[in-house]
């Protein structure tokens, strides 16, 4: 038995499939073309996406229904349990961040700036992942906060155990992330015992990601920790990523196989936290838009070239290598960089020895290293130009 | 049957068929998840080339795009292409009997997911992994199933 309506229609109206199929696939290509390269069409997506918003909200609205009533008919002694887990659970982070004031500002002192620093995340929003299937393969979700409450694209994702994604697509009242397990997601990382930064690629299962580019010699175990290196200008230093847990080191391949685990519950997670960040706090993200890594900071001029060191006059060198130590070219490559940073080392240390006067004396010149470092710290990140916020 | 009713009752299995595709579920029965709006779009595309077809293709393409695909107008001209397929030579189809039926929906998934993969390529969002082209083989089997559900009204009246 064949199916099909049985009889055919007339069949001259309208112009061919075949002409209509040509005009549909021009318009694909031109779709395809614009989206693609010019970026055009974001404005046709937020319309569409904010058109599918209800569709989607619909199709989740069945496992939400779901998980209210679960929730509504849980019994007493669950909540109890839940809420003294919680208290305990409050009381312990409580303890922990009882220092945390006194540990800014010292951490602020102890960097030459006047006051500690603000938290680099300024502003923060619960968002709830709507229940749909956006694609199995593609580790993306949907989250039901859009531009209406001020969601930007490339912004970034937290739960809270971890950084979880970052935003691809904005619509009005939804928005689209990608998963930093996804296999096209790929973050940039700092691995915590050693500083040494690297970029953590999703695997393509909600539980690992790759580190590919580290070469085979790289000094990586398992158990190392895996924070945000706040470069790429989407996720601000110092964030945890995951932990890592596996090496594999082969003879003949040149690269190392790393593979870790996220800290975030990519898998299971129902609620999400979107942040903001303050532009200028130094672990910030570095933005690549405003073209501040080209022009720079006018204060931070090169430093003339060292005087040449004396050379050995006689072959023997025993009795020149003291001489060649106490040269002031070879102390502090790194202060030599910033002519302020030098001079100002003596200046700032009755700071550091942590007598309150000597700390809040107007010194002219106090400020200059505080500048210097906030200004430099977003361009030249080393290990403790960056502070790590907790 | 008035010409305005079978254009109601194509946009309402395709309205079905969206939110089959988009309900969430567990991930081992995701991966197998038959692409149900592909297959409606078929059976109108074979069984009222006039009325749905390659527009009803394009459209449906362009809301799966807008669901899940990494660039918009990807699913929107391997559907219209599939369902355009389905138009030219939707009499000797429809004189098959369901299991040559099958094969053929299987092919022409086969080229759907084919040209995806393509596309997918081409814009530089591959994805190489084996389970996208499991949805090929459970979408032929489900294809006597929808054809039966979806003419129904038409084989009894």
Same mark, same amino acid.
């Given at each position: 038995?064949?199916?099909?309506?049985?009889?055919?229609?007339?069949?001259?109206?309208?112009?061919?499939?075949?002409?209509?199929?040509?005009?549909?696939?021009?318009?694909?290509?031109?779709?395809?073309?614009?989206?693609?390269?010019?970026?055009?069409?974001?404005?046709?997506?937020?319309?569409?996406?904010?058109?599918?918003?209800?569709?989607?909200?619909?199709?989740?609205?069945?496992?939400?229904?779901?998980?209210?009533?679960?929730?509504?008919?849980?019994?007493?002694?669950?909540?109890?349990?839940?809420?003294?887990?919680?208290?305990?659970?409050?009381?312990?982070?409580?303890?922990?961040?009882?220092?945390?004031?006194?540990?800014?500002?010292?951490?602020?002192?102890?960097?030459?700036?006047?006051?500690?620093?603000?938290?680099?995340?300024?502003?923060?929003?619960?968002?709830?992942?709507?229940?749909?299937?956006?694609?199995?393969?593609?580790?993306?979700?949907?989250?039901?906060?859009?531009?209406?409450?001020?969601?930007?694209?490339?912004?970034?994702?937290?739960?809270?155990?971890?950084?979880?994604?970052?935003?691809?697509?904005?619509?009005?009242?939804?928005?689209?992330?990608?998963?930093?397990?996804?296999?096209?997601?790929?973050?940039?990382?700092?691995?915590?015992?050693?500083?040494?930064?690297?970029?953590?690629?999703?695997?393509?299962?909600?539980?690992?990601?790759?580190?590919?580019?580290?070469?085979?010699?790289?000094?990586?175990?398992?158990?190392?920790?895996?924070?945000?290196?706040?470069?790429?200008?989407?996720?601000?230093?110092?964030?945890?990523?995951?932990?890592?847990?596996?090496?594999?080191?082969?003879?003949?391949?040149?690269?190392?196989?790393?593979?870790?685990?996220?800290?975030?519950?990519?898998?299971?997670?129902?609620?999400?936290?979107?942040?903001?960040?303050?532009?200028?706090?130094?672990?910030?993200?570095?933005?690549?838009?405003?073209?501040?890594?080209?022009?720079?900071?006018?204060?931070?001029?090169?430093?003339?070239?060292?005087?040449?060191?004396?050379?050995?006059?006689?072959?023997?060198?025993?009795?020149?290598?003291?001489?060649?130590?106490?040269?002031?070219?070879?102390?502090?490559?790194?202060?030599?960089?910033?002519?302020?940073?030098?001079?100002?080392?003596?200046?700032?240390?009755?700071?550091?020895?942590?007598?309150?006067?000597?700390?809040?004396?107007?010194?002219?010149?106090?400020?200059?290293?505080?500048?210097?470092?906030?200004?430099?710290?977003?361009?030249?990140?080393?290990?403790?130009?960056?502070?790590?916020?907790? | 049957?008035?010409?305005?009713?079978?254009?109601?009752?194509?946009?309402?299995?395709?309205?079905?068929?969206?939110?089959?595709?988009?309900?969430?579920?567990? =991930?081992? *029965?995701?991966?197998?998840?038959?692409?149900?709006? @592909? +297959?409606?779009?078929?059976?109108?595309?074979? #069984? !009222?080339?006039?009325?749905?077809?390659?527009?009803?293709?394009?459209? =449906?393409? *362009?809301?799966?795009?807008?669901?899940?695909?990494? @660039? +918009?107008?990807?699913?929107?001209?391997?559907? #219209? !292409?599939?369902?355009?397929?389905?138009?030219?030579?939707?009499?000797?189809?429809?004189?098959?009997?369901?299991?040559?039926?099958?094969?053929?929906?299987?092919?022409?998934?086969?080229?759907?997911?084919?040209?995806?993969?393509?596309?997918?390529?081409?814009?530089?969002?591959?994805?190489?992994?084996?389970?996208?082209?499991?949805?090929?083989?459970?979408?032929?089997?489900?294809?006597?199933?929808?054809?039966?559900?979806?003419?129904?009204?038409?084989?009894?009246?």
């Amino acid at each position: 038995v064949a199916f099909g309506t049985p009889g055919s229609r007339s069949q001259a109206r309208g112009p061919s499939p075949g002409f209509r199929f040509s005009l549909y696939a021009i318009l694909s290509f031109v779709v395809m073309f614009l989206d693609q390269r010019h970026g055009w069409m974001e404005q046709a997506r937020f319309a569409l996406q904010a058109a599918a918003y209800p569709i989607q909200l619909a199709v989740s609205s069945p496992t939400n229904a779901w998980g209210w009533m679960q929730e509504s008919f849980e019994t007493r002694d669950a909540l109890r349990a839940e809420n003294e887990r919680l208290k305990k659970q409050d009381r312990l982070l409580a303890i922990r961040s009882m220092r945390y004031e006194a540990l800014a500002r010292e951490n602020g002192e102890l960097r030459g700036l006047r006051d500690a620093l603000p938290p680099v995340a300024e502003k923060w929003l619960a968002a709830e992942i709507v229940n749909i299937e956006i694609n199995s393969l593609r580790q993306r979700v949907l989250i039901n906060r859009g531009t209406t409450q001020g969601v930007f694209k490339a912004q970034a994702l937290l739960d809270d155990k971890g950084v979880i994604g970052q935003i691809t697509h904005v619509g009005p009242w939804s928005a689209e992330a990608i998963l930093i397990t996804d296999p096209e997601h790929a973050i940039p990382v700092e691995i915590e015992r050693t500083g040494l930064r690297t970029i953590a690629v999703g695997a393509g299962d909600a539980q690992s990601l790759a580190l590919p580019y580290l070469p085979g010699n790289a000094d990586v175990k398992a158990g190392d920790l895996l924070l945000t290196s706040g470069l790429g200008g989407v996720f601000p230093a110092g964030y945890p990523v995951a932990r890592i847990t596996e090496v594999h080191r082969d003879a003949v391949q040149p690269l190392a196989q790393v593979r870790a685990t996220p800290f975030a519950d990519v898998d299971t997670d129902r609620e999400v936290v979107l942040v903001w960040f303050r532009a200028d706090h130094p672990a910030a993200p570095t933005s690549l838009t405003t073209g501040d890594l080209k022009t720079g900071n006018p204060k931070l001029q090169p430093q003339p070239a060292p005087p040449p060191r004396p050379k050995p006059a006689n072959p023997d060198g025993s009795a020149q290598a003291p001489t060649t130590l106490t040269t002031p070219a070879g102390t502090d490559s790194r202060n030599s960089t910033t002519p302020s940073g030098t001079v100002n080392v003596p200046a700032a240390a009755p700071s550091k020895t942590g007598t309150p006067g000597a700390a809040a004396t107007p010194d002219s010149k106090e400020p200059a290293p505080g500048e210097n470092t906030r200004a430099a710290a977003p361009k030249k990140p080393s290990p403790d130009a960056t502070p790590r916020n907790p | 049957m008035s010409s305005g009713e079978p254009r109601l009752r194509m946009l309402f299995s395709a309205l079905l068929a969206l939110v089959l595709t988009v309900l969430p579920l567990p =991930s081992y *029965l995701d991966i197998a998840r038959p692409p149900f709006l @592909v +297959l409606v779009v078929l059976y109108w595309s074979m #069984a !009222a080339p006039r009325a749905g077809g390659v527009g009803l293709g394009w459209f =449906s393409g *362009l809301i799966l795009d807008v669901f899940q695909g990494p @660039v +918009l107008g990807e699913h929107a001209l391997a559907l #219209a !292409a599939a369902a355009y397929i389905f138009c030219r030579e939707h009499q000797k189809i429809r004189s098959k009997p369901e299991f040559q039926q099958s094969l053929i929906v299987l092919a022409a998934l086969a080229f759907y997911e084919g040209f995806l993969f393509f596309m997918d390529a081409y814009s530089g969002h591959p994805l190489t992994s084996p389970f996208r082209w499991i949805h090929i083989l459970t979408g032929a089997i489900l294809w006597t199933p929808v054809a039966i559900i979806l003419g129904y009204r038409e084989r009894r009246s």
